[in-house]
C-alpha cells in the first residue's frame, strides 16, 4: 500500500510518523512522508531522518508548499497514493472530536482512504 503521511512538526504529527512507520513495517507499506511546515522544515526534517534511522522502514522525505490540506489531497489523488495518514483530532471538554484545518480539509475532500492517528 502507498502512504502519504503529513508531518507539520508538532509533537502530535511526530507521534503519528512513528505509529505509521510501526505499521509500515508490519505491513510492508511502502511510505512517503510530506513536510508540510515551510517556517521549520529543516528541524522537522532532521526528527524525520533521525526517527527513519530508527526504524527499519525506508521512507522518501519530501517537502510540499501552498495549502498543506489541499496539497496533500492533490499529491495523493495525482500519484496514486492508497492512503493519506494525518496527526489529528483533539477531545472537547464534551468528549467530541475537534479536528483541525489541515484535518478537517483532507477528510471532507479527499477521494482516497484518510487514517487521522490521535
Do not use: C, W
Amino acid at each position: 500500500m502507498r502512504v502519504l503521511l503529513g508531518i507539520d512538526g508538532a509533537d502530535d504529527s511526530l507521534e503519528a510518523l512513528r505509529r505509521t512507520l510501526e505499521r509500515a513495517a508490519e505491513a510492508g507499506d511502502e511510505l512517503t512522508v510530506a513536510i508540510t511546515d515551510d517556517e521549520t522544515v529543516a528541524e522537522i526534517e532532521d526528527e524525520v531522518e533521525t526517527t527513519l534511522e530508527a526504524s527499519d522502514v525506508d521512507a522518501e522525505i519530501r517537502h510540499v508548499t501552498g495549502d498543506p490540506g489541499s496539497t496533500l489531497v492533490d499529491v495523493a489523488e495525482s500519484e496514486g497514493y492508497d492512503r493519506i495518514v494525518l496527526s489529528g483530532g483533539t477531545t472537547s471538554p464534551m468528549g467530541k472530536i475537534q479536528l483541525g484545518a489541515t484535518a478537517e480539509f483532507v477528510l471532507l475532500n479527499s477521494h482516497v482512504s484518510v487514517t487521522l492517528v490521535r
